[in-house]
């Protein structure tokens, strides 16, 4: 492909940038000018004055494993001579043989799916609960996938394979934090379990709020989000302004860094430090991919960051950013339908190409939808066979979300300079 065929290569079939059921990319626009439009759209709903994201699963996927790379590790694990105090307490009565027979009953039902087959072990536990009996084997199943699934997210950040994911959030968090101060501040919503984000914020010295109080003991306290972080502006007088520099984490899914303690607070949930591949003393606090988790996220603490979900999106003029999520939580699914039913001031921004989900069938305006990929050579690479996508977190940051600290009429004076260089050019 030539210079001049580059420059007018389409971008219809290769992008989708959908606004209800309206396409805002034309027939005739080349690619150059369909992200153009992708990033003048985004940057116009960024500027709205309630910014919320929603980071899924998809947003850490260049360091944590997806569920069918969880699945090969959980069969490794299981074929492997199983060695500790949980399983001396119970091997005089099963076998090695005894596990894995277990195991295969139900990964022979779900074959390729980890949540159906945690699903399943975990049915069984909640029918012999009910009848009053145990099944000591199944009970040392579920904790060696659930223990194998949390070893998985909680991966080494400091390691070559975690380096994509951090610097694709600091890029982010680097973009968000320094929103005009006439703005509401950032909320980042994410069902991951992981520390990328509470890395990148403290490699960038972001201030944060998650709920949890500083100091030795950190417990959480949802109250706290209604807090903010202020600085005095005027030494001679009470008068404060909020903090440019902060965002508000929620994470609705718990944390491998959140623990179950009584602590002589209203809600036991104590934030403490992990180190790499140890689970921390106590009962660690996450909802581990079963279908019984919409059950555990009724409980606090994921009732009351469920709520602040709720209310957040009921703020007026508010746009929710929808990067790497699946649609495969119907308590966040229902939040979302919920705040569009009575906020007619949200737009609902998705990145990815969801055709079968409720959300993107509808034909609301509110509700936008990108998603496409482009040619290699297109960015000036030699792989001709390989595709960027442009839903994708690491591209979205590098390419798409703007930066909210600059300044609307700076960058239109911008725009007007390098028109006026480029006429002067021409001539």
Known sequence: MNEENKKIKFAKDCMVLQQGEESLIGDLDSTEEGLKKIRNKLSDLTNIKNLHFLLGAGASSDSIPAMTQLLEVVGQKIDEEQIGEAWDAIKNEYSHDDLKELYAKAKNQNPTNLENILGTLHSKREYHKGIGESDELNDYLIALVESQIYCSINIDLA?????????????????????????????????????????????????YNNGFSSGLSRTFNPARFSYTYSRKIDSSMEKYEPLENMVYLFKLHGSISWIEAEDNSFFNIKEVDVAHSKRPVGENVLIYPTPLKQNKSLGSPYADLIREFQNKLLLQHGVLIVIGYSFSDEHINNAIYSALASNSSLSVVIFGNYQNENLTKLTDRRIYQIYGELEMEELGRDDLAAKEKIHYFNYIVNNIVPDLDKNKESEILEEFIKSVKSMRGAN
């Open 159 to 207: 390691s070559a394979n975690a380096s994509k994911s951090l610097d694709s959030y600091k890029k982010l968090y680097q973009k968000l934090s320094l929103r005009n101060k006439d703005l509401s501040r950032v909320n980042i919503f994410t069902t991951n379990n992981d520390l990328l984000s509470e890395t990148a914020l403290g490699y960038l010295n972001i201030n």
